[in-house]
């Protein structure tokens, strides 16, 4: 287990310090993610109006003032490991600016708030968010505000702008105790968290996924498709439905999804991928600092469930996921990604799912905003990759419930897309007038051509063979499910029946298929390979793997420098790692073996992606180091850094 250091002296300005909490180490990890690859957008931006009585002075005032009231404002992070130090807060100017614009309608906001959302945050040198004021005529008209996913989430920026809006309209200034993320670290338990993470990784080892690969679509999709849908009716049957089952909206609208991917694919058991929130009290209510978290929501629904059976697991289990997720996610990480690459399966969750629950009447009304009891759509399509899961952002403002969309078209086609909300928002109408809407025991829909279900989710079976066959030495392959009836207890598997190279084993392709399954969903290692070699000496009998049992590859000592390199930083990192200035001892590292199956773990990858750029390597994302491939697979994507001149002082990853 990696242990968090100890805060290092700080600067004058530092009145407190301590360990990022268990949902800001997630986005301290994914900050480090190449942009275009992050699941959460950093930093965060949006914005408010400006009351006509308001200056530009009592802008500032504003923000000065808050800037004293949330440590968060002044809170700045460490590069390389999870401390951060809470500031003065007199310690740095006002980060705001001001720019002029010939008028500030609704597209020219939506517009600059999204340019600002692009600008660079140094979260490690100084404050965690910006301002810009836009200015119509000289005279301020609204504030746009972006923030630093590791120090302020989603909420937290509502309450922020909120509290801007109602300060510059004179309605006071914020009472009452607030909480910053460094008060929870003493109130957690060790224990507690040791036997959380034991207890979700064995419900998550035998727990199916990718269940909508079957879903429906075309079956050469390559794009995507993002819609918004708004409708006004379903506001108040959503509420409606919310009183009577004595659950949140939110929690409503996840079991009506789980609800519809029943009905479509006929399974009962599946994830979601969830962002959760404790705003329980009123110090977290009105604190910014980062409280969401997006957990693994385990949905279990019982065929011929009536809804109110359905909603309260789905409320239940997410309750459990949240009280799971918060414990050491570092570990957690890296333990289900040793449960994936033991499986030869990664979890895919069905449905990623957000909700955005804060009141929003400060902001500008949006043109396509829906009139009083209407509903209106629209649907674009992008040649993108594809999106293997269905995201769904939930929103209610000003008695309008919002549905966000985004989905590949090889899951959903536009038409399918378009459905989906319309269909969502009919369901709720319908529970709102009794009915009882139970889980069908039955699919509607057929799976789609070519996709098998295997005990740990579907697996495309073509996608299986385009992998299997990019292995060099392969000239020809087959999987399918094992044509053999299954041992007692045993689960049915795939086998791969490959013509090969005779220098190739069974090991060697069952090793290439983990190495690949963070890279292309939809696949699994197969439980079972025979090889029938070609070449020299090819007439001897084809090489198969014993039983149905997982191949066992040999431990493998670094041999190149990249492998050296990456050898180098993991001993230096991992759990077991020498004390600091004594020499390492690469050589005992296994390159077969991924950063999971060595104990390394999330909080340990920035300094090892540190030590890979002092010792002159580059080329591998942070994510990749977080997932299931092999570090000889790793290794062999190391790149030497390019010649510059030193300006000293450690490289930050």
Request: glycine content about 8%.
């Amino acid at each position: 287990m990696n242990h968090l250091p100890e805060p290092s002296s700080a600067p004058g300005t530092v009145v407190r310090s301590g360990p990022l909490n268990w949902v800001q180490q997630w986005h301290w990890f994914e900050h480090t993610i190449p942009s275009p690859r992050r699941v959460n957008p950093t930093p965060l931006a949006d914005h408010c109006h400006v009351p006509p009585s308001a200056t530009l002075a009592d802008i500032r005032a504003a923000l000065e003032f808050l800037t004293a009231h949330h440590e968060a404002l002044r809170t700045t992070v460490d590069p390389l490991r999870p401390i951060q130090h809470v500031h003065r807060a007199d310690w740095a100017p006002l980060p705001v600016d001001c720019v002029e614009v010939p008028a500030a309608d609704a597209d020219t906001l939506e517009a600059a708030t999204a340019a600002l959302a692009t600008h660079p945050i140094d979260s490690e040198r100084h404050p965690p968010w910006l301002a810009r004021v836009l200015l119509e005529a000289g005279e301020p008209r609204a504030v746009l505000i972006a923030a630093h996913h590791v120090v302020i989430d989603g909420w937290g920026l509502a309450v922020l702008i909120s509290q801007l809006h109602d300060r510059l309209r004179g309605a006071g200034a914020p009472t009452g105790p607030l909480s910053h993320p460094l008060d929870e670290t003493a109130a957690q338990r060790p224990e507690r968290a040791r036997a959380a993470e034991r207890e979700w990784l064995t419900r998550l080892t035998s727990n199916p996924t990718g269940v909508l690969a079957p879903f429906g679509g075309t079956g050469d999709g390559d794009g995507r498709h993002r819609l918004q849908y708004r409708s006004a009716d379903a506001y108040d049957a959503l509420d409606r439905v919310a009183r009577r089952y004595r659950v949140s909206p939110e929690s409503v609208v996840l079991a009506a999804l789980a609800h519809d991917v029943a009905t479509r694919t006929g399974e009962h058991r599946f994830l979601a991928s969830v962002v959760i929130s404790n705003r329980a009290r009123a110090a977290l209510r009105n604190s910014i600092g980062v409280r969401a978290l997006t957990v693994p929501v385990q949905i279990d629904l019982r065929p011929g469930a009536a809804f109110g059976e359905v909603v309260a697991s789905v409320a239940a289990a997410s309750a459990a996921a949240y009280r799971h997720g918060q414990w050491r996610p570092a570990e957690l990480v890296a333990a289900q990604a040793r449960t994936d690459r033991r499986r030869g399966v990664v979890a895919v969750p069905a449905i990623e799912y957000n909700c955005y629950s804060w009141p929003r009447d400060y902001l500008a009304p949006v043109a396509r905003n829906t009139p009083p009891g209407g509903c209106a759509a629209w649907v674009s399509s992008a040649p993108d990759e594809p999106c293997e899961t269905l995201y769904v952002d939930l929103g209610r403002d000003a008695g309008v419930v919002t549905l966000d969309v985004t989905v590949g078209d090889h899951l959903l086609d536009a038409g399918q897309a378009a459905a989906l909300p319309v269909r969502l928002c009919g369901f709720l109408r319908a529970l709102a007038g009794g009915a009882a809407c139970p889980v069908p025991a039955r699919p509607l829909a057929p799976a789609a051509s070519g996709w098998w279900r295997a005990p740990q989710g579907w697996v495309c079976l073509a996608k299986v063979e385009e992998v299997l066959l990019r292995r060099p030495g392969v000239f020809d392959v087959t999987v399918a499910p094992s044509a053999e009836p299954a041992a007692e207890g045993s689960a049915p598997h795939l086998v791969a029946h490959a013509r090969t190279a005779p220098d190739v084993t069974p090991e060697d392709l069952h090793r290439h298929v983990l190495d690949h399954l963070g890279e292309t969903p939809g696949i699994l290692a197969p439980g079972r390979y025979v090889l029938s070699p070609t070449g020299p000496g090819s007439g001897r009998a084809p090489a198969t793997t014993g039983g149905t049992g997982t191949p066992k590859a040999p431990c493998r000592p670094p041999a190149t420098d990249a492998e050296r390199a990456l050898a180098a930083a993991v001993a230096a990192v991992g759990p077991h790692a020498p004390p600091a200035g004594s020499p390492g001892s690469p050589d005992a590292v296994d390159m077969n073996g991924c950063l999971a199956d060595l104990g390394i773990t999330l909080l340990a990858v920035p300094r090892l992606l540190a030590l890979l750029n002092r010792s002159g390597f580059t080329g591998v994302a942070p994510d990749e180091l977080a997932g299931t491939a092999s570090l000889g697979h790793l290794a062999a994507a190391l790149q030497p850094l390019p010649t510059r001149a030193s300006r000293g002082g450690e490289t930050s990853p």
